[in-house]
């Protein structure tokens, strides 16, 4: 009986979504490009050797072609949760900065952490849902093994070694997030058919929403983002 | 119709009929009619009117299930089909493999194998029953005096048959266990992959149980009997029945916490676990009727004679206060923690009897030498308004006739007149100081924790009280001379020797530039000008009057009044007072139904005329109900509707009666050690600076970077030595010196340094004891270890060592250590930071107890955090 109930809810499962498209969009920005400040390196000399010329912070990149990138979009309403990938997610510390600077997870994803920097890093999350962690790394090649347990925009990364070091993490509970790229575009694959509401989440700029309806075709979704 | 009816009750009549003749019937017809209906009525009533929490029942069962199902449903859709089906082609793929022969042969080969193993133990056994038989007889002819030989050959043959049957039988169970073996390689397959499928479903299949047995769930009471809660006024021991659970049904179960009442989830399931309501029930916390079955009498709302009704909102942590009434901190329940908070801030125990805030010293300064300090005019127009000089005073207003205000500073004065306080340095001596320093060392040192100055106002409104802990600064230069104020900040207890401000140590210079800012702080406000005539004998007989039948002397030490009782009302069983013992004056009754207590309209008060709205009026403007004829005393304070609120919750607990001994919070050392250092920590507002116990930290709120104020000391008793804690309080010296903020001086008394030193320690739930901190000895084998460890953790990154030394100013210096921390405590704190103090910058080296460097120590966490710890003990003695 209980094989059969299984067998039948495998089924269902196959079955239901028969539709499903991409999402794909682009994050423009008017205005001027606000002048990030210089990381000031100095208070750890290791840091400081890495880098030949002076490091702009990340807050802000505004892209050649008037675009934002590291802004993270993700379903806010309307779907439902997919299967946590096995494949872990990388967030790594080079060069004494967080790289990449936004990214997204699924709840239950392996998470790893890497130090690649011959110097100490304290990996600091301010998760306000999920659990907060504060681990040293001093060596390179440091690998933190971690897992978020409930959905979370944005859990926030800081090293308090160096101050100027931080990263942003979107947790889902499902597969349908993007991070926008060096052409401020994004891409969101297999969204099933259904009505939906979009939510881009900007470090500075905050966040915006976008009602979606998803049948069997692409469907574009863009932002546009105005400097304060 | 009606003349049948009239003939059929016509009595007489019937009385001049012959007794054989008189008939019965249709008199009998109509009885049992109105028999019949009043019955099928009461079983109507019985079943449907009577009996609402079945519909709840059944509709709780439905939502239930329904919400079992959707997450039934969600906890498939996340399983990954594809490993279930290639789980489920492999076991397939098993399953028919046991369609081949020699598993079949296997199988039967197996049963034949039982079938002989059950014969050959049959034989097995009854040889040994016959063995057993034949050694009696034996056993019997040698005690009777005549061993038969045969018998004993007869044993032994016997014997040697069961030696044989038990070794053909072990052959036999050899060749099972064989078989089994044999058979196991298919079937061991199969149960691995049904358990990793098992295991897959799991959560799911929990789930479902739940399903099936909610499906099956009774319609039926539900109730909790509480035999020995309390007594009743006969000292018998009164037992408690509440069935609150028959409607209240979702209240343990997480899935109903968005689902509508009365099946919603309790709102804090971490108090329910405390206080498991099997073994408390639930009116012990939110009153009502217990055995009650329906809302409105269950509530009370419809019962107006049931003495407790439900405790409505936040009103139900009244309920604390009867078996916690010994506590001023509830780690569940903050909003009964910040009611103590502004009950102990504010007071009321100065004029009230409360039971547990009896012999607390005044919460005002002592005023025999208050003639060096201000002017009479001042004072005069102080005690006139004193919110109107300082609208967030703690000071209430007695709302003074001017000739009455003219009274008291003349007996104020008249007290003083023979006080013999100078100031320490000559007069003068405050000059030559500048502003913007002194404004600079105001907002750094730490000044504004207590003070608001000028649009400084952060503290404050963190804080979220109507009323400050120290007086406000902004028009300081009106009221006290520079002379007085160089005096007052180099040393407060010169002045006052029980006052509550401490000493920030300042320079002579600090202290000048200070002067000089507050200087700037000017009052050009109106004020009430009246001539003052204060050394008239009759005005000081009429102030002495004063003073004393408005209980000045409840928050003031004045002397000569000390022996004179608290002025007002005993509030102890305030909580029991009814609407009908409450005098409403002139107050309208708010005739509005609802929850709204309390409304002003066109400068017209109307309060509901019940306990709530009474509390509510008397709080917010204590001289609401004064009449011509009734004349009131209480003062009148500036209550925010949050704090009349929780002053009310208080009031409504004072009850005058306690539960059982048994259900009360024992007040034992650590209990007491608690309640003297949250009194201690109020009254010298410890909690403005630092986080204790998860409240207070207020200063922080003016840093940019909370990092740079005072560091949060709720394990403190855990973790510093106690001779150190103690020389730390008594003279302070900077652990972190890159912080401008400075720990002030108390000068505590012993008493209170006792106090303080026990709170920590109970805090940490540790007792004091004499212990020899400097016996203990760093472990010289491992020092190699715990140097190479501290110097690739790269400690010193963050942390700093003695002076000097290069540091990202974040860690406190570590040439303390020795001095300072227990030494198991560093290891626990190394252990894991996060666990102690949440948010620390201090990052853990040891996730989930895994190193970072497995060659050293073979890798024990415990053995390396201890070396580390070892090394840092001797480099700490070594440098100084």
């Known amino acids: 009986m209980l094989r059969l109930t299984q067998f039948v809810s495998l089924i269902l499962v196959l079955t239901i979504n028969v539709f499903s498209a991409d999402v794909t969009g682009k994050i423009s920005f008017s205005g001027a490009s606000p002048k990030m400040p210089k990381m000031k390196m100095d208070a750890d000399k290791t840091c400081k050797a890495m880098h030949s010329t002076s490091v702009s912070s990340e807050e802000v990149v505004v892209n050649a072609n008037n675009t934002l990138k590291n802004v993270f979009i993700y379903v806010k309403e309307g779907a439902k949760p997919t299967a946590a990938p096995t494949v872990p997610v990388t967030l790594s510390q080079k060069g004494c900065q967080y790289t990449p600077h936004v990214m997204g997870t699924q709840v239950g994803q392996p998470f790893v952490i890497l130090n690649d920097d011959p110097t100490l890093h304290n990996v600091h999350s301010l998760a306000k849902s999920n659990t907060q962690f504060n681990n040293a790394q001093p060596m390179k090649g440091m690998k933190l093994n971690k897992k978020f347990d409930k959905p979370e925009v944005m859990v926030k990364f800081k090293c308090d070694v160096h101050n100027w070091m931080s990263a942003y993490v979107g947790v889902v509970n499902n597969s349908y997030y993007a991070v926008s790229n060096d052409n401020g575009s994004f891409a969101i694959k297999g969204l099933p058919a259904g009505n939906y509401t979009l939510e881009a989440w900007h470090e500075k700029y905050g966040t915006q929403q976008l009602k979606i309806t998803v049948a069997d075709k692409p469907v574009t979704a863009d932002f546009n983002y105005s400097a304060k | ?880």
């Open chain 2, 1 to 880: 119709m009606l003349d049948k009816l009239k003939e059929l009750f016509n009595f007489k009549k019937r009385l001049d009929l012959l007794i054989e003749n008189r008939n019965y019937t249709n008199f009998y017809l109509i009885i049992s009619i109105i028999l019949f209906l009043s019955t099928a009525w009461a079983v109507i009533d019985e079943i449907i009117t009577r009996r609402p929490w079945k519909d709840y029942q059944s509709e709780y069962n439905y939502l239930l299930q329904q919400k079992l199902q959707a997450n039934y449903d969600e906890l498939i859709s996340l399983i990954d089909s594809s490993t279930v089906a290639g789980l489920h082609v492999e076991l397939k793929k098993a399953e028919s493999s046991l369609e081949n022969e020699a598993y079949k042969n296997g199988v039967e080969e197996l049963g034949n194998l039982q079938q002989e193993y059950v014969d050959a133990t049959r034989e097995w056994s009854f040889a040994r029953s016959k063995s057993d038989a034949v050694y009696y007889e034996y056993k019997k002819g040698v005690h009777g005096g005549s061993p038969s030989q045969s018998l004993k050959d007869e044993l032994k043959e016997i014997e040697r048959s069961i030696a044989e049957y038990a070794d053909s039988v072990s052959a036999i169970q050899n060749r099972i266990n064989k078989a089994n073996e044999f058979l196991a390689t298919y079937t061991n397959k199969i149960a691995e992959l049904n358990s990793e499928i098992k295991k897959i479903f799991i959560d799911a299949d929990k789930v479902k149980l739940k399903l099936t047995r909610a499906s099956a769930a009774p319609i039926e009471i539900k109730q909790v009997v509480i035999d020995d809660f309390e007594k009743t006024n006969f000292s018998e021991l009164k037992a408690r029945v509440d069935r609150c659970q028959t409607c209240h049904l979702g209240s343990r179960e997480p899935l109903m916490a968005d689902a509508p009442q009365p099946f919603t989830t309790h709102p804090l399931p971490e108090l329910l676990k405390i206080h498991n309501p099997e073994k408390f029930g639930c009116t012990t916390c939110h009153r009502g009727q217990g055995n009650a079955l329906t809302t409105g009498y269950a509530h009370g709302d419809e019962d107006h004679y049931w003495e407790t009704p439900l405790l409505k909102k936040t009103d139900v942590y009244a309920s604390c206060n009867s078996c916690h009434a010994n506590q001023n901190a509830l780690k569940s329940a903050p909003y009964f923690t910040k009611a103590k908070q502004v009950m102990l801030e504010v007071g009321c125990y100065a004029c009230h009897q409360i039971d547990g805030y009896e012999n607390l010293p005044p919460i005002g300064p002592e005023l025999k030498n208050v003639s060096s300090k201000v002017k009479p005019e001042w004072v005069y127009n102080w005690i006139l308004n004193p919110k109107a000089y300082n609208p967030n005073t703690r000071m209430p207003n007695y709302k003074f006739l001017p000739e009455e205000a003219e009274a008291v500073t003349a007996f104020l004065f008249d007290k003083s007149k023979n006080s013999n306080f100078k100031f320490a340095n000559s007069n003068g001596s405050y000059k030559g100081g500048s502003s913007a320093k002194g404004k600079l060392i105001f907002n750094e040192v730490g000044c504004q924790a207590c003070h608001v100055i000028g649009d400084e106002t952060k503290v404050r409104e963190k804080r979220n009280t109507s009323y400050d802990i120290a007086p406000e600064l902004s028009h300081v230069s009106g009221k006290l001379s520079p002379d007085f104020i160089y005096d007052w900040i180099k040393n407060p207890r010169h002045y006052n020797p029980t006052t509550k401000m401490p000493n920030l140590r300042l320079t002579d210079s600090e202290a000048r530039d200070i002067v000089a800012y507050l200087q700037t702080m000017s009052d050009s406000r109106n004020k009430d000008s009246r001539k003052l005539e204060i050394n008239k004998k009759e005005k000081i007989d009429f102030g002495e009057k004063l003073v004393r039948s408005n209980g000045c002397y409840g928050c003031h030490a004045i002397e000569g009044m000390e022996r004179e009782s608290k002025i007002s009302v005993n509030l102890s069983d305030f909580g029991r007072k009814k609407v009908e013992q409450m005098d409403f004056g002139d107050v309208k009754e708010l005739d509005k139904e609802g929850e709204l207590e309390f409304e002003i309209k066109d400068g017209k008060v109307a309060v509901q005329h019940s306990w709530d709205g009474w509390v509510y009026g008397k709080l917010y403007n204590s001289r609401l109900f004064q009449t011509e004829r009734i004349p009131q005393k209480m003062p009148v304070f500036n209550f925010r509707d949050e704090e009349i609120k929780l002053l009310r919750m208080l009031l409504l607990s004072y009850r005058g009666d306690k539960p059982n001994k048994k259900y009360q919070q024992t007040f034992d050392q650590r209990i007491r050690d608690l309640d003297q250092g949250q009194k201690l920590i109020t009254r010298y507002a410890c909690i403005n600076c630092h986080e204790i116990e998860d409240h207070g930290s207020y200063f922080s709120a003016t840093l940019e970077d909370p990092s740079m104020g005072p560091p949060m000391i709720t394990m403190e008793g855990a973790k510093v030595q106690e001779p150190w804690l103690n020389e730390f309080i008594k003279s302070p010296s900077p652990i972190r010196p890159w912080l401008k903020v400075r720990m002030p001086t108390f000068s505590f008394s012993e008493n209170e340094l006792n106090d303080l030193t026990k709170y920590f320690l109970a805090v940490s739930k540790q007792e004091l004891r004499l212990r020899d901190y400097s016996a203990f000895q760093p472990n010289k084998s491992t020092l190699a270890e715990g140097k190479l460890m501290f110097d690739s953790y790269q400690c010193l990154k963050c942390h700093i060592l003695g002076k000097g030394e290069s540091s990202g100013s974040l860690g406190p210096n570590l040439s303390l250590t020795a001095k300072r921390l227990k030494p198991e405590w560093v290891v626990d704190w190394l252990k894991d930071p996060q666990a102690i103090q949440p948010g620390t910058m201090m990052p853990g080296y040891w996730p989930d107890g895994q190193t970072a460097l497995p060659d050293v120590l073979e890798g024990d966490a415990k053995k390396q955090m201890e070396a580390i710890r070892d090394h840092v003990f001797i480099i700490g003695k070594n440098k100084k």
